[in-house]
Antibody, heavy 116, light 108 residues
């Protein structure tokens, strides 16, 4: 079955960096675009970034542009989110999601807390 | 950027019909997708392309989209339908994603 496992979250100080990972199984990872979506505590869903199936195209939300970078490794079936210059407002549960017409598979989320 | 507007909350008695709206400028020209998120869980796709259901989603879930409003309709509401519901579209030529603010469905 399709499975996405998010990891890499933790507590980090403002201005520091963190890299999230999402490991895929149960489907042909290299055939799908992939996304990161986040959810601040008690808030709604916020799209963060998309990467095309082959990694050639990447787009990031205005709120993270220039600080976050999405990437992927199709050999290891892993999606990444490199987060630099973290701010308190980046505190959220981060989900990876399989793309296509809509997000038909989601990871369980990994929690990032930005606090001094 | 494109904005999607949802009511913060909708309440309905068991067995009745719940309608959750998603407003946007000429949203009828876009494809709308809906997600259900139960407390402490990841979102689940319940309707895509305005009105199609993924496998495993009950027929009680349906969608429509016209003009400036898309609607998720849940017929014969059950206690297990209590959740937050989000609408979603693509923006900027399909390069960016927009979510609505979410609607909390309460089953009375």
């Amino acid at each position: 079955q399709v499975q996405l496992v998010d990891s890499g979250g933790g507590v980090v100080q403002p201005g520091r960096s963190l890299r999230l990972s999402c490991t895929a199984s149960g489907f042909t990872f290299s055939s799908y675009s992939m996304h990161w979506v986040r959810q601040a505590p008690g808030k709604g869903l916020e799209w963060v970034a998309i990467i095309s199936f082959d990694g050639s195209k990447k787009y990031h939300a205005d709120s993270v542009k220039g600080r976050f970078t999405i990437s992927r490794d199709n050999f290891t079936k892993t999606l990444y989110l490199q987060m630099n210059s973290l701010r308190a407002e980046d505190t959220a549960l981060y989900y990876c999601a399989r793309g296509g017409v809509a997000f038909d598979a989601w990871g369980q989320g990994t929690l990032v807390t930005v606090s001094s | 950027s494109y904005v999607l507007t949802q009511p913060p909350s909708v309440s309905v008695a068991p067995g009745q019909t719940a309608r959750i709206t998603c407003g946007g400028d000429n949203i009828g020209s876009k494809s709308v997708h809906w997600y259900q998120q139960k407390a402490g869980q990841a979102p689940v796709l319940v309707v895509y392309d305005d009105s199609d259901r993924p496998s495993g989603i009950p027929e009680r879930f349906s969608g429509s989209n016209s003009g400036n409003t898309a609607t998720l309709t849940i017929s014969r509401v059950e206690d297990g339908d209590e959740a937050d519901y989000y609408c979603q579209v693509w923006d900027r030529g399909g390069e960016y994603v927009v979510f609505g603010g979410g609607t909390k469905l309460t089953v009375l």
